[in-house]
């Protein structure tokens, strides 16, 4: 049965730091691209990082170049996003993605991050 699990998410302060985790079983974590999305109330869900198979490629969307980092351990099937300076606009529910050419695309159930004062 294939899981992504995020976890990591919580309430921080402007300019705080979170680190968000995305735990992946029943396929083959090391075949698959990997990204992280985010949906803010009243909004669409939009790309926030991706990540080769290999890690050898990252893309960043431009409102979070700089402060975010997108990184992976195929070893422990497991996705990173470390978020510094993080704003209020930060505010959404991030979600894990899995995507291979011509295969299933895989989703987590996502992790709230709110970041208020």
């Known amino acids: 049965q294939v899981q992504l699990v995020e976890s990591g998410g919580g309430l921080v302060q402007p300019g705080g730091s979170l680190r968000l985790s995305c735990a992946a079983s029943g396929f083959t974590f090391s075949w698959y691209a990997m990204s992280w999305y985010r949906q803010a109330p009243g909004k669409e869900r939009e790309l926030v990082a991706d990540?080769?198979?290999?890690?050898?490629?990252?893309n960043y969307a431009d409102s979070v170049k700089g402060r975010f980092t997108i990184s992976r351990d195929n070893a422990k099937n497991t996705m990173y996003l470390q978020m510094n300076s993080l704003k209020p606009e930060d505010t959404a529910v991030y979600y894990c993605n899995a995507q291979r050419l011509n295969y299933p695309t895989y989703w987590g159930r996502g992790t709230q991050v709110t970041v208020s004062a």
């Open positions: 990540i080769s198979s290999a890690a050898d490629s990252t």
